[in-house]
Nanobody, 127 residues
Framework: QVQLVESGGGLVQAGGSLRLSCAAS????????MGWFRQAPGKEREFVAA???????RYTDSVKGRFTISRDNAKNTGFLQMNSLKPEDTAVYYC?????????????????????WGQGTQVTVSS
């Protein structure tokens, strides 16, 4: 009953920035958590970042200091600010929601934690 739609992807030069958005519509649940994953060609889907309803965050080591996850609960929208982008950040980026926000406390980096997924948005970083 919940639909997630990502936006904000595109082509950017190395060192540049992009801001991804994830809008939730339909019947949303209170206190849901949100995560971001990415998948590059020929690679497994990789955890990027997660945020709880109250704002607690987790990041994979490769993006710490460069990416910032945030959310606007009043608008049911999550964000991923990506700075100092590198060619290795090139991937399809997906947002996902953990409805009860509980499993993501313990397993935020596992795709099986999340109940609803967006369609993905392409991020391409040129050198």
């Amino acid at each position: 009953q919940v639909q997630l739609v990502e936006s904000g992807g595109g082509l950017v030069q190395a060192g540049g920035s992009l801001r991804l958005s994830c809008a939730a519509s339909g019947r949303t649940f209170n206190r849901y958590a949100m995560g971001w994953f990415r998948q590059a060609p020929g690679k497994e889907r990789e955890f990027v970042a997660a945020i709880s309803w109250s704002g607690g965050t987790r990041y994979t080591d490769s993006v710490k200091g460069r990416f910032t996850i945030s959310r606007d609960n009043a608008k049911n929208t999550g964000f991923l600010q990506m700075n100092s982008l590198k060619p290795e950040d090139t991937a399809v980026y997906y947002c996902a929601a953990d409805w009860d926000g509980y499993r993501s406390i313990w397993y935020p980096s596992e795709a099986s934690t999340y109940d609803v997924w967006g369609q993905g948005t392409q991020v391409t970083v040129s050198s």
